[in-house]
């Protein structure tokens, strides 16, 4: 027997998530559809850079008026 030895604790939630992931073997492959819907988009470098470069630099201190003096 090796002194060592401990028995593997898996926490609450991760048993939790290991039932569900038996019960619906697709929920990984659910969880993917949805995140290609909403984040796994093509990213246009050109737009992006056009983008920066039009933004205007803010002021320091932006609630200050403009005075003629």
Do not use: C
């Not at 090796?2 to 604790?9: A, D, E, G, M, T």
């Amino acid at each position: 027997m090796n002194i060592f030895y401990r028995p593997q604790y898996q926490s609450v939630a991760t048993q939790f998530i290991d039932e569900l992931k038996a019960k619906d073997p697709e929920l990984e492959a659910k969880q993917r559809q949805g995140r290609e819907l909403l984040w796994d988009k093509p990213v246009d470098r050109e737009a992006w850079a056009e983008y920066r470069a039009a933004q205007v630099s803010q002021k320091p201190y932006v609630y200050q008026t403009e005075s003629d003096e």
